[in-house]
């Protein structure tokens, strides 16, 4: 689960979104009528094949394709410096995860993507000024480019708390007999997954086989101005060095992939008829 953000395009976007709508709200009429039925009884062969017949009918009238008028273009294809990243011209992500662009930009204080792209409603169509964008872009990667080079760019943080759920542990003794359980004792399968050797979590805490080079251990809560209670959970922040694998370059790559987006849309003639589905 994440953010996803899609190029689009539309030669007119008010046309296409009315027949979309309509023939949304002619397809919600028609389940609404088969539910109704297949609350008292199955259909009939010929039934269903009416029911069918009659979604047909309406993508041909309202012009629909792939749930989508036919005059609007999905864009996605690779970047020409960087194919094999996550990032396409037309597709851009931020995971929910602590990994998320926009999660690690909070942390370390760099714009995000809802900041670049000037997102400030929650529409699904967003229709930026390209020109602004590219301006954002530029200012964006300059600065996760200095975090990426700075002293700081080398270290992520990640939070531990308490599953409620679980007995928990009240000892060394305990947490090592926790450690036991969960890993030495499946050691040798779990070492041979290359997945769940990256490491996991679970109600149970968060192993690392492939171990993390931690270098502070800094103990917090959700609210310090409040006692911690059950709706103030006590946390634990582990600050790591990234390997060579996880990066924060990574990030800046998927910024200038999104910049590389932005100067092929600012050289089509007709760019005002882009614009970006925001679905997150």
């Known amino acids: 689960m994440g953010l ?34 297949e609350k008292e009884r199955d259909l009939t062969q010929e039934e269903c094949d009416n029911f069918n017949a009659i979604r047909a009918g309406l993508r041909e009238k309202y012009e629909i394709e792939n749930y989508e008028h036919n005059s609007v273009t999905s864009i996605c294809r690779d970047s020409k410096t960087q194919p ?28 995000n993507l809802y900041q670049i792209f000037e997102v400030t409603d929650e529409e699904y169509y967003q229709f930026p000024d390209w020109d602004t964008i590219y301006l954002n872009l530029k200012d964006a ?13 080398k270290y992520d943080v990640m939070s531990f708390r308490p599953n409620f759920a679980d007995e928990g542990v009240t000892s060394r003794e305990g947490a090592f007999e926790r450690f036991n359980q969960e890993y030495l004792k499946e050691k040798e399968k779990i070492d041979a997954d290359e997945w ?28 310090s101005k409040q006692r911690i209670s059950y709706f103030n959970e006590p946390h634990t922040y582990l600050v790591y060095e990234r390997d060579k694998s996880d990066t924060i370059q990574w990030y800046v790559t998927a910024l200038l992939i999104a910049q590389e987006m932005i100067e092929w849309i600012l050289e089509q003639p007709d760019k005002d008829h882009y614009y970006l589905g925001w679905s997150g």
Not at 9 to 32: G, Q, T, V, W
Not at 97 to 110: I, Y
Not at 141 to 153: L, N, R
Request: net charge neutral; proline share 5%.
């Open 196 to 223: 769940q050797n990256t490491g996991w979590i679970s109600q149970y805490g968060h192993f690392y086989p492939t171990p993390l080079k931690v270098v502070a251990i800094i103990g917090g809560a959700w609210n």
């Open 4 to 37: 996803d953000v899609y190029l689009k395009k539309c030669p007119n976007f008010k046309r296409a979104s009315k027949m979309e709508a309509a023939y949304n709200a002619e397809l919600n009429a028609i389940y609404d009528t088969q539910i109704a039925i």
């Open 84 to 111: 094999d990243h996550l990032f396409k011209i037309g597709y851009l992500r931020s995971s929910y995860n602590d990994g998320g662009m926009n999660s690690v930009a909070a942390v370390f204080s760099l714009p």
């Open 141 to 153: 990667i300059e600065k996760w480019q200095a975090h990426a080079d700075s002293p700081a760019g």
